[in-house]
């Protein structure tokens, strides 16, 4: 591991609190995110607005709509599944409707304002992701380079089989992408662009590199169909909307929308494709599967028979040997049904070394029957 990976890692690990004090108060990091994204989406929204010469008193009312929105959404998600979810794209969708319907009930020309909110939305999403990383939910896969959490999150909800383990900082990186794409919509804005040029703009490329952030996802609890999870195939839904939208005249064209919206199609097929091509391995590190294998390390450490199992049929067991005069720390892996190819051994030899072993290196050796040895040297 390189020094400067290894100082980016130090300075990520700081960064995560659950509770931040001010003053002599603590208060939830995630809340503090919010509220701050608020206060921003309203003056960027209300400033847009008022730099072409619309009437604040309409966006204020469509800002007002909005927050009724979101606070509805989580209040009915928190009925239909028992626990509170804050899923943005069901709250951008619920926005922007809900939006364009006042606005026609007000008579105004709803593009000019949709410009405002969508970006409001953006900058809203930006503070919020930074929430996200502060207290450990959207994270990211166990990775070499990112943030770590501490028992603490765990207290506060955070997965306790990935307490201490290194996770890829997707959070940041959304908030970062967003931010830009903010900004960019924000010059359109004032640089006089069509009206609903900065909404598709937006939704395009926020849709974009949600796609591609997906696949680096590490939080469990969400829906997946056709090997693809539901943000992937909303992004492409809403990208195709608005090339539709854009051909039938109620946006400005752009024609390489459409190219976009084709071509994360395209990643779809080619994806689907590969991935029969590799024996469906990805069902072996979708994150449910990846949530399964920490606990099972877990178990398998804790028991007195050192075996445990996951719902894919994998089995690890795991134990401290002397290899040769190095003491090591092996892990067994085996499958059923069908056998473990070595493949997706290796492939799981990486995720438990992420897992349990980040400063070490490891090797995987081929057993009998079927089973793969996973070595690694104590330090």
Known sequence: MTGLVRRSNSLLDRLPHAMITWRTRRLPAFQVCGCLGLELAVLLALGLVLYQGRSPWVMGAVIASAIGTFYLLAFATKI???????????????????????????????????????????????????????VGCCHGRPCGWGVRYRPE??????????????LFPIQAVESLWVLGVVLVGSSMVLGGAAPGAALAWYVVMYDLGRFCFEFVRGDSDRT?????????????????????????????????????AVGLALVMLLVTLW???Q??????????????????????????????HTSRGLHISTGVALDGTVAVRHYTLSRSPQPLAEADARAIAGVIRHLRHQEQTHSLRPGNHGTFHVVVPLP
Do not use: K
């Not at 999150?153 to 290194?166: L, Q």
């Not at 469906?280 to 979708?286: I, M």
């Open 153 to 166: 999150h765990a207290e506060a909800g955070f997965p306790a089989h990935y307490v201490g383990v290194r």
């Open 80 to 134: 239909i599944t028992g626990e509170e979810q804050l899923i943005y794209y069901h709250h951008e969708i619920g926005v922007l409707l809900n939006a364009a319907l006042l606005l026609t009930l007000l008579g105004q020309p709803p593009l000019p304002y949709l410009d405002a909110t969508i970006l409001g939305v953006g900058m809203f999403l930006t503070c919020g992701r930074i929430g996200c990383l502060m």
């Open 224 to 260: 997946y169909m056709a090997g693809f999870s539901e943000g992937q195939w909303i992004s492409l839904g809403l990208t195709l909307l608005v090339a539709a939208l854009e051909l039938a005249g109620v946006l400005p064209l752009h024609d390489w929308h459409l190219a976009v």
């Open 279 to 308: 024996n469906h391995r990805e069902h072996l590190l979708r994150p449910a599967h990846l949530r399964e294998i920490a606990r099972a390390l877990t178990l398998a450490e804790d028991s007195r028979t050192g075996v445990a």
């Open 275 to 277: 991935r029969r091509r």
